[in-house]
């Protein structure tokens, strides 16, 4: 599969767009017209430095409003389209792309806009050159891709084609099975684009809200299906308009692009990529603090034991039931690629606060392979000579992810680097247990324009399936949130990211701990002084949203948890104060409850800004 | 008028907003639920809170999805309803608001509708409350404001009446005139609200892109002259639902909703603001720099002459025909009010480059008279003993603008504060002309947040009118940008607002000049080397797109200069390179041109990244 990208999908230069999508690994790119003309390369330099880069220049789109127009416009336009054909054999282009019209002055006859691009398509011939034409979802007359090959087909011209665009299609919700039906020779180019779902028109739609295919709502393998069906063999190529990429690094949204790619290549041609290795759940989360004495408090009220420190690093293992946690007060391995800047909401130039994960994956090389082969960064492991060997690669927000199996029979399991300390003189007592059973789930704040990259990375390395986004309002403004999760649930992580103004705030990611009894959790957390408060005003409001019974109303208020049910069960939740950098979150799901307890969060906000 | 303010239109903890509402001299505010339930302030705090700081609290929703509900749900909200009425007791709220039911299970039966908000009223009653009832422009059965008019009037309880609210209205196009037929006494409350027409959806265009009045494109002024038809004399309450407010300082935010509704009063009711001062254009721009080599380098090969510096201030003076510009290297009288933040882009820590604007007003007093009673910030001016007396308001990010008679006969002028330097034995020759004559517009770069405050400001303040807002391209991201100018185009302002990443970029400002003979403004910089070069490729394009005839498209090449036309005429404009902080751009209007090139802008932003 040959795949391509449009410049304006990056950001940067021209220079840099080119260097980006070289660098992923494409193998083309469409430029985009706006790019060309301010950028100080001549046409030539442009295509001299593609091809040193090892890129094709695979379309042009110069021209708008071109079929359908009365005549005095279309002399216009194939003046114009002159002046574009001589530039694009300066640029080596051959194939130039027509959108369908869209001015209030089109004609609408088929067999006029059939002429007038049979014309165009002639003109092109003479260059060498082809000529794809595209409906619009927005066109005046021709805004289904079914009936610009309609119209292709009646002009009938050798170097006169349909491109298709994904988008276009299925933004219209238009059956894309007819794809199947043209000719393969006579599908000139392919555009492939996805979107969230979203309740506006389609040109606002298109214009901001394209995102990579796996990123957004529309079955873009579905459509390659069709596409493959017809028999196209030309380039995949993706065309985003998006505000966000235009802003992002163009290096990361290249190699985003390439990996949406190998995600639908395998969806819709069961490519070879090394099959998804699912995870199972936490291993552990390793937390980066400053000092163990806040946390080490913390922890103890929720019943964990310190059960080993790191003979060679500044690394000490906690644990209560499955769930560990990592407390690091060194640098910590692998973190921060170079470049990275600090998320926002994150103490400047401090690590995350959950610096790792360990993932409990029955094969993890299988894991690290897959990561790999989808271009995901495997980090190089500092580890002690005598270290149980632990793989790991890189999320798009800098968290490493750490492929373990946790003390399987008859296999090493990384907590043997830990030395035991439950042996010492001076190991505390054990504390008494408070219900804490496993990690239920992380949150992890991501970086600013990353946060679609780490949808589509999670879905495509780890097999996670997002959920539908939520935007949470802050005091300050609005957190914009999504779950992922295995399918079975094993495992289940909540991207956030911030878009909030006002006093800065430590804290916005957590790990949120299973409990099998959370109103024992919460007896222990509050005689330690260590529970969140909960406005009185909440449980007024609890009360007159959910008749639960005195007895249950009076224990949630007293316990301080939070409250939520959806069809399948109950949610009872509660928050710790910050302990340094760590803050912990405390669940119990009762019945088959799936959520997160969304519904409260805001007021989770409101009462971290209360505490400071 | 009695004013008020829904708490989920501010920033901030609801302690927060109901100290920014206060200062700003609202009446009341409207108690938004989710902001009590996040409080940690009970209901009576809240109330006496409130109470000293001179607030009433005017309306509660707590209800959602109320009438038209099956029999089960209805009981539910009744029980619901009972505990929120009882909380508004706590509270000191006397009127409930109900919004139409959403709920796909709501049932299509007015009388029903009508049963229920009966009852409702009735409850209400018995703790002396009153119900106002609201058609929401997504209502599953009642999205109009008559159809929830004729419920209320069915149910004829004297503690039902309706609520008005100008979104639901206007963003369906629903005409308002029918409001003058509601009897007065039966709107119980009226909320507003603008928004820029958006191609959405109602419901996402609601909950993220509402706008306080004057600062959209809806006649919200025209609704309130049918509610005075109508009798209506309860409070005026700004209900704004807007993602960028969620995050802005709710002081400024407050003073923003109050403007609002002064300058709305005006339109609606000739309430006694004092009248509008119109500027006749601009008597100078102050541009801050810390040193004079490198403008005064520029100036001079603009033609301009330095005619005077002033005795006690580190300022020069240069003029070329009407064109003045100051150049300030000291600090900058009345910039920056405290608590501002640098603008984005901008140097850290920096004054923006365009510090100051002198606007030439026949009025000076009485522009300052409007704008202090639209809440603007009268500066405090140092000035030396002698200097002319001279007034200025703060712009909503921080440039200080002067109100000025220049050299008008038997006046005196600021002019006359410099001293001339034209005799000077030191003097400098007179630079040959280069036909700049005057300050065409200016454009200031607006931090974030502020757009929407700095359109009211200039609309309200100087009568200045907003042309359609335009998502400008940059390399790196994109510029959000739109241009206000008074009726009859004497004064001319481009509002810029940066979403761009990758490098950063000093110049987000700057000033336009006027030249009646461009091509020699652009042999004269040329010749002094700070002319911006445009790349080859614009001009290819404009071959393509227009057929000027080869020996302007020569010229326009050679000069560098970039071209736009409309209807009206045509328009020349060329930039410099940036001289320290300062950036000039030369513009020469021909025919009735009325734009500022916008088209260009992206190539002429991507050229300044070319020169670095």
Redesign the interface.
Known sequence: MRTSIATVSL???LAEKLDAAAAAGFDGVEIF??D?????L??EEVRDRAAAAGLTLDLYQ?LRDFEGAPPERFAANL??AE??LR?MARLGISCVLVCSSVAADTVADDDLAAEQLRTLAGRAAAYGMTVAYEALAWGRHVDDYRHAWRIVAAADHPALGVCLDSFHILSRGADPAAIADIPGEKIFFVQLADAPR????V??WSRHHRCFPGQGDFDVAGLLGYVRRAGYAGPLSLEIFN?EF????ARRTAVDGRRSLLVLEEAADGAPLPPVAPPEGYAFAELSTPDTAAPARLLTALGFTRTGVHPGKPVELWEAGRARILLNTGAVDGVATPGDSTPPGLPAGGAPDVAALGLEIAEPDAAVERARALLSPVLPRRRAARDVPLRAVAAPDGTALFFCRTRAPGAPSWTDDFTGVLDDADAPEPPAPAGITAIDHVALAQPS?RFDTAVLFHRGVLGLRPAEPYDV??????LRSRAMATPDGALRLVLNES????PAQPNRQHVALASDDIELTARRLRAAGLAL?I????Y??L???Y?LGPDRHRRLRELGLLYDRDGDGEFLHLYTVPAGHVLIEVVQRLGGYRGYGMGNA??R???Q??VG
């Open positions: 950001s940067g230069t017209e706006n060309l003309v301010a950028s100080p001549s046409p110069p003046r114009r002046h574009k530039l979203l309740p506006m028109g040109l606002h505000d235009r802003q992002a690094d324009h309002p802050d005091p300050y403004g609005l878009h909030v103004g006002g408060p406005p009185d005003n909440y007024d409001d009360e007159a949203r008749d805001s007021v906000l409101a009462a800004r209360n």
